[in-house]
C-alpha cells in the first residue's frame, strides 16, 4: 500500500482506531472501526484513496466521513470517497461552515449550537459530535468510546487559530473552556486525537496523548481563565499568507 503505515492508536472489545498522517500540511486522519460490524468511518480524510485500501486490507466497509471542518487539508478527500463509498455513503458537516464559503459535497449537516452535542452513529457505537466553534465557525469535536478526536479546536500542547477566514478567538476559548469542562468528568486514559502534530515544550512531536496529559499540559487550555493569559498566547494568530488572505476575504 502506497503512503504511510496506518497504525492503531486506541483498541478495545467494541472500537478500533487507526491514525495516519498524510499530505503536506501533515494531517493527521482517523479511521474509526465497529468491530462487532466491521463498519467505519474516517475523520477529515485527506486521501480517500488510501483509507479505503486501508478499510479493504483490514477486512472493513468504510460507511462514511466526518469533518471536523471545512478547511481544505481535511476535506481533499471528500469528493472521491463519496465516489468509492457510493449510495449510503455518509459525509457530515456542521452548516454553519457555510459561513466561511464551504459549498462542498456532504449528505448531512449537524445544525447544533455552540457546545451542544448531536449523536453520531458508526455500526453499534455512538458518538457525541460537539459544536465547538472558534477555529472555524461549525468546526466539531467527536467524543466517545475513549477517544476525543479534536481537529484544529484542540491540538496536544496548545490550539488552533483563530484568524483565518471565520475564525473567533472568543469563540475558540469558550470551546475550549466548555470542552474543559467535558473532558475532566471523563477518564483520564481516554485518548486525545488532534487534527495535526506539533511539537511540544520538551522538544517532542507526540501524535496523540492521554486526556489527562492534555488536561494537564497543554498551553492553551493553561490560560483559559486569564484575560491577559489568552491575549498573550503566541498561537492564535500569525503573520502569514494565510493571515493575509483571511483578512482579505472577511
Given at each position: 500500500?502506497?503512503?504511510?503505515?496506518?497504525?492503531?492508536?486506541?483498541s478495545?472489545?467494541v472500537?478500533?482506531?487507526?491514525?495516519?498522517?498524510?499530505?503536506e500540511?501533515?494531517?493527521?486522519?482517523?479511521?474509526?472501526?465497529?468491530?462487532a460490524?466491521?463498519?467505519a468511518?474516517?475523520?477529515?480524510?485527506?486521501?480517500?484513496d488510501?483509507?479505503f485500501?486501508?478499510?479493504?486490507?483490514?477486512?472493513?466497509?468504510?460507511?462514511?466521513?466526518?469533518?471536523?471542518?471545512?478547511h481544505?487539508?481535511?476535506?481533499?478527500?471528500?469528493?472521491?470517497?463519496?465516489?468509492?463509498?457510493?449510495?449510503?455513503?455518509e459525509?457530515?458537516?456542521?452548516?454553519?461552515?457555510?459561513?466561511?464559503?464551504?459549498?462542498?459535497?456532504?449528505?448531512?449537516t449537524?445544525?447544533?449550537?455552540p457546545?451542544?452535542?448531536?449523536?453520531?452513529?458508526?455500526?453499534?457505537?455512538?458518538?457525541?459530535?460537539?459544536?465547538?466553534?472558534?477555529?472555524?465557525?461549525?468546526?466539531?469535536?467527536?467524543?466517545?468510546?475513549?477517544?476525543?478526536?479534536?481537529?484544529?479546536?484542540?491540538?496536544?500542547?496548545?490550539?488552533?487559530?483563530?484568524?483565518?477566514?471565520?475564525?473567533?478567538?472568543?469563540?475558540l476559548?469558550?470551546?475550549?473552556?466548555?470542552?474543559?469542562?467535558r473532558?475532566?468528568?471523563?477518564?483520564?486514559d481516554?485518548?486525545?486525537?488532534?487534527?495535526?502534530a506539533?511539537?511540544?515544550?520538551?522538544?517532542?512531536?507526540?501524535?496523540?496523548?492521554?486526556?489527562?496529559?492534555?488536561?494537564?499540559?497543554?498551553?492553551?487550555?493553561?490560560?483559559?481563565?486569564?484575560?491577559?493569559?489568552?491575549?498573550?498566547?503566541?498561537?492564535?494568530?500569525?503573520?502569514?499568507?494565510?493571515?493575509?488572505?483571511?483578512?482579505?476575504?472577511?
Amino acid at each position: 500500500m502506497a503512503g504511510p503505515t496506518a497504525t492503531v492508536v486506541h483498541s478495545t472489545p467494541v472500537c478500533e482506531v487507526l491514525q495516519a498522517q498524510l499530505g503536506e500540511w501533515d494531517n493527521l486522519n482517523h479511521l474509526i472501526v465497529c468491530t462487532a460490524t466491521k463498519q467505519a468511518v474516517v475523520i477529515d480524510p485527506f486521501d480517500a484513496d488510501y483509507w479505503f485500501e486501508v478499510a479493504e486490507s483490514r477486512g472493513v466497509r468504510l460507511v462514511g466521513a466526518w469533518l471536523t471542518h471545512s478547511h481544505w487539508d481535511h476535506t481533499k478527500g471528500v469528493e472521491k470517497a463519496l465516489e468509492h463509498g457510493g449510495e449510503g455513503f455518509e459525509v457530515v458537516v456542521h452548516e454553519a461552515e457555510k459561513e466561511r464559503g464551504w459549498n462542498g459535497p456532504h449528505t448531512r449537516t449537524i445544525d447544533a449550537p455552540p457546545n451542544v452535542a448531536t449523536a453520531l452513529h458508526v455500526g453499534e457505537l455512538s458518538f457525541e459530535a460537539v459544536c465547538t466553534p472558534g477555529h472555524t465557525p461549525g468546526h466539531l469535536t467527536f467524543l466517545g468510546h475513549g477517544i476525543v478526536v479534536s481537529g484544529d479546536c484542540l491540538f496536544l500542547g496548545r490550539c488552533g487559530r483563530a484568524d483565518l477566514h471565520g475564525g473567533d478567538p472568543e469563540a475558540l476559548r469558550s470551546s475550549l473552556m466548555h470542552l474543559r469542562e467535558r473532558m475532566q468528568a471523563l477518564p483520564s486514559d481516554w485518548t486525545v486525537l488532534p487534527g495535526h502534530a506539533y511539537v511540544l515544550a520538551d522538544g517532542s512531536t507526540p501524535h496523540h496523548l492521554s486526556l489527562g496529559d492534555v488536561l494537564r499540559n497543554n498551553e492553551a487550555m493553561a490560560a483559559l481563565d486569564s484575560d491577559e493569559a489568552w491575549a498573550a498566547l503566541p498561537f492564535l494568530s500569525f503573520d502569514d499568507a494565510l493571515a493575509r488572505r483571511a483578512r482579505t476575504q472577511s
